[in-house]
Each structure stands twice: as C-alpha cells, then as structure tokens.
C-alpha cells in the first residue's frame, strides 16, 4: 500500500482510532513500551513508514482505520443486556449528577453503566413476586426506582456521586430495598421512615 492509497481514504477523516491505541487505557495495546511509541509516532511515519517491519505496521494510518483497536484485556467490560436501561441510567446521570453537560463516557464508566442495568435486571427477577407496582409502573420502571433510591440519600451531594454507586453492593444489598420498603413497594412495608436511618453516604463505593 502507498502514500497514494493512504490520502485517497484520509481525506477529511480523523483518526480516532489510532488516537485510542495511542492513548486509551481502555484499548489495546497495554501501557508499555510500544504504546508509548505510538504516541510519539511523526505525523510522516503514521501515514507511511517504508522502514517498518511487516505490511501491517506500514502504515499505521490505514492499520487502525481499517481495524479499531481491541478494549483492554484488563477491562471487564460486561455485555450490553438491557441497553435502554443502560442509556437511561446514562442520561439521568448527565441531567443530575453533571448539570446536563454532555460528555462522552470512558469505558470503565460504561462498564459501570452496564453493570448496574445486569444486576438492576437481576434485582427485579429475584423479587418480582414481592415487588407490587403502582399504576402505570412496572419492570420499565425499575431504572428511575434506582435512581429515586440514590437521590434520597445522596440529598443534593451530587459532587462526590460516580457511576460506581449505581451497580455498588450497597446499592443492591441495602439502599434500594430499603427505599423500596419505605415507598410500601414490597407488601406489608412502608409507612414511616427508621427511627436511625443508615447513612450509606459513607459506605464504600466501586
């Protein structure tokens, strides 16, 4: 492949890819030696390199346009389940949590995302048969029932609040059934706060 063939499909296209080889803890390759070379790479030797070794790593323009750089085999990066809960999680984040900015998430946020929709997901299979929705509510409902559980005690402390506390332990194993209870979604609960109400704001979060 020449410098030809790399213009012709570079035209107007910014690399992007290449730019999360480089410098992405998310994406292969692992810190080292070879990804600190990437970053230093001249802009002459990305395009096309006639020194380097293997048709591959000629032109590492056209390498990562073609192929997108692999995530992390460090991230666990679980699998998508239920992706409208996960974009739901996402935006009242972003409303709440960031003052609507829109941001791109890093991929150990998205990890998080994710997270908390598979275990949010598990949660309701587990007590579905206790859980007695009001009208109009159902499993649909489950993402803005787990957010109504973080903003009851967080109390506006959205500044020390991450994506980590939507799938935390604490959220699945205490803050959400306890605020469940208290709303009387579970029968024969709710009605008046604990006298000691646990604050969960210094429990450890992932």
């Known amino acids: 492949m020449g410098r030809e063939e790399v213009h012709r499909r570079g035209d107007n296209h910014r690399n992007d890819q290449f730019a ?9 390759p692992l810190e080292g030696k070879y990804k600190k070379r990437l970053r230093n790479t001249a802009l002459a030797d990305f395009c096309f390199d006639a ?3 293997g048709e591959d790593t000629r032109s590492l323009f056209l390498r990562y346009f073609e192929a997108p750089p692999e995530y992390s085999r460090l991230l666990d990066m679980p699998e998508d389940a239920e992706p409208r809960w996960t974009e739901r999680l996402k935006e009242m984040f972003r409303r709440q949590a960031l003052g609507g900015a829109e941001v791109k ?3 150990s946020d998205e990890a998080k995302f994710r997270r908390a929709s598979v275990k949010l997901a598990e949660f309701h299979e587990q007590n579905r048969d206790q859980i007695f929705f009001g009208p ?7 993402p803005e029932l787990l957010w109504a559980a973080l903003e009851r005690d967080v109390d506006g402390r959205w500044d020390i609040v991450s994506p980590g506390w939507l799938c935390s332990d604490t959220m699945f194993s205490r803050r959400l059934p306890s605020y469940l209870a208290f709303q009387g979604y579970f ?5 008046s706060e604990p006298e000691e109400e646990y604050n969960y704001l210094f429990d450890e979060e992932e």
Not at 20 to 28: F, G, Q, R, T
Not at 187 to 191: S, W, Y
């Open 51 to 53: 020194d380097a070794n």
């Open 136 to 142: 109009g509510e159902g499993r649909q409902t489950m």
């Open 105 to 107: 998430f890093g991929m």
């Open 20 to 28: 999360l080889a480089a410098k992405s803890k998310d994406h292969e």
């Open 187 to 191: 029968e024969g609960a709710g009605g």
